[in-house]
């Protein structure tokens, strides 16, 4: 009977995913069109080179080998994947940004069932947003996530402009000792503050790569931070960096690159114009802390393109809908540490802790009885939520299934991004304008997986 009905709602969720016939909702899933040849992700456990010291046992990953692939998709075209699950676990996706429908989330118990070891699940959606995003478990999403399990998405506009290169940069630490194999993947003390930090950094599995790009030439850099617990402050040394996008979407006003700190499961798209002598290089940098730290370099080569950034055209904006202030309904958000403990009876990887809440209200996020929802939406209204950090540490809150757009904060002056994940300050309240545009149950949490999974966790219904 369980197998019964996990078919049925597979099946369901496939005939559901190109959204005919649902109104505003169906906006997410595109017009009908013929499903396209799905892209099989299956899920194995393999060996990587992570560090000198030796060959890394029990990595996890899409695909036989490496680093899961980037997913490209075009912006307005139907996609396919078949997820087949190659571990011992109970697994799924998520699509971090992108909108569409509530099926397609990949939030086990609110939107889809796991999916058991050798088992499979299809995915079909039409990403309506061009932009960089990523795609990673919603279940055991701390060994997962921590093991390898994060991908980069590249939804492609035709319209872009043209760069003279473009490399996507996977940034993500791995928590492994000495020998190279990996150790505990958190710490408790370190879970109820800012979380555990990994020992080992990449880019693209690699510490510190060199690529190639094109002497006095614009490169597109795609970063997407997939790490479970570290914020960076970027810096790009060598070279002038422009910030073009954010979190998938074009920024209101591009600016230069000084200082940018962003968190887990944040993107950013940089312009970066290439040094005009051969064999200049840039660096990417980390600067947060003490200790500056090169993610990844790049060498220019070949004769001087000579480009100039503001001959670049601007990015298209993407069909989010705007908030309307005035009739907008307020939600209050407060995220605060909390000492009570909740029961977890999840199959997804229970840390066996609760140190963080919403509204006052600790969950995990995928347990079988979700709370009650933080507040439930009407379909094509407008809300604000008014969000307030009284903890003493920064989180990286991120919705599911729609985008917001930044509105303002109290500690200080924002631009009108629009995103998906805000990086939140020790005591600040911000606010996020939104259109309730998608049906079904979003989940928000904390992107430090750590604060999601001991409590930093709550969902909105649109109905
Ligand atoms: Cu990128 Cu709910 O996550
Ligand atoms: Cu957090």
């Known amino acids: 009977p369980i197998l019964t009905r996990r078919n049925l709602l597979q099946a369901s969720a496939v005939a559901g995913a190109y959204g005919v016939g649902l109104g505003i909702a169906g906006r ?20 990587a080179n992570l560090m000198d010291a030796g060959v890394t046992k029990d990595v996890l990953t899409y695909g036989d080998a490496g680093m899961p692939p980037v997913v490209r998709m075009k912006k307005g075209e139907p996609f396919a994947a078949r997820l087949i699950n190659g571990m011992d676990d109970p697994t799924t996706i998520h699509w971090h940004g992108i909108r569409l429908p509530n099926k397609m989330d990949g939030v086990p118990f609110l939107t889809q069932p796991y999916v058991y070891a050798g088992d499979h699940f299809d995915y079909a959606f039409t990403p309506p947003d061009a932009g960089t995003f990523w795609y990673h478990p919603h279940c055991n999403t701390l060994i997962q996530m921590g093991h390898g399990m994060t991908g980069i998405i590249v939804v492609e506009n035709p319209k872009d402009p043209a760069f003279d290169s473009e490399i996507v940069l996977n940034l993500r630490d791995w928590r492994l000792g000495g ?46 931070i997939t790490d479970v617990t570290r914020i960076y402050s970027f810096r790009v040394d060598g070279a002038e960096a422009t910030v073009i996008a954010i979190d998938g979407n074009p920024v209101p006003q591009r600016f230069t690159l000084d200082l940018l700190q962003l968190g887990p499961g944040q993107r950013l798209e940089l312009a970066v114009r290439m040094p005009d002598d051969e064999g200049a290089i840039v660096k990417l940098e980390d600067i947060r802390g003490t200790d500056p730290k090169v993610l990844a370099t790049l060498r220019s080569v070949g004769s001087s393109l000579k480009r100039d950034v503001r001959d670049l055209p601007s990015l298209e ?58 507040a439930e939406l009407k379909l094509g209204r407008s809300y604000i939520i008014d969000m307030e950090n009284v903890t003493p540490h920064t989180h990286p809150i991120h919705l599911h299934g729609m985008s917001f757009t930044v509105l303002s904060s109290s500690t200080r002056q924002v631009q009108p991004f629009v995103s998906d994940t805000y990086l939140i300050q020790p005591d600040e309240k911000v606010q996020l304008g939104f259109v309730a545009d998608n049906l079904g149950d979003w989940v928000l949490h904390c992107h430090i997986i750590e604060h999601q999974k001991t409590g930093m966790t709550s969902y909105v219904r649109v109905t």
């Not at 069109?33 to 393999?46: R, S």
Request: aromatic letters at 8%.
């Open 28 to 47: 997410f899933g595109g017009k009908a069109m013929a499903a396209p040849e799905p892209q099989v992700l299956k899920t194995a456990k393999i060996q």
């Open 179 to 224: 020998d190279g194999q990996f150790i505990a993947p958190f710490r408790p003390r370190d879970s109820a503050k800012s979380g555990t930090y990994g020992t080992v950094r990449t880019a693209n599995w690699q510490q510190q790569p060199q690529y190639e790009a094109p002497s006095g030439g614009l490169v597109r850099l795609r970063l997407a």
């Open 317 to 374: 904006d993407n069909p989010v809908a705007k908030a309307d202030i005035r009739a907008a309904e307020h939600i209050p958000l407060i995220l605060s540490a909390t000492a009570e403990n909740t029961a977890d009876n999840s199959i997804c990887g229970s840390l066996g802790y609760s140190f963080w809440a919403v509204n006052k209200v600790p969950w995990p996020g995928d347990t079988p009885d979700p709370t009650a929802p933080l």
